[in-house]
């Protein structure tokens, strides 16, 4: 294929072909008239995007949003219960 713009369907079988039907990355090549580089890249894109898949079916990038969101929080809880503990301070030092 000399054409760059290879369709989903033809990368999606291309995988298939390797990851599946355990043919060599250059036999794929040849069958479907593209280069070894391109059948390559996309059966480590497969498996990238396959290894993405956490335990609990969230994709790893969605549950590192979710820690980064956490992380956000804690910083602001613990700001909170700074400025808590210093009113507590305060207030008991004019109590006495």
Known sequence: MKNQNYTEELKTNAVRMVLVEGLTRTEVARRLETSFQNVSRWVKEAQEKQSDEAENGESKSLLKKKIKEQEKQISQL????????????????ELL
């Open 78 to 93: 613990q700001m909170e219960r700074d400025i808590l503990k210093k009113a507590t301070a305060f207030f008991a030092k």
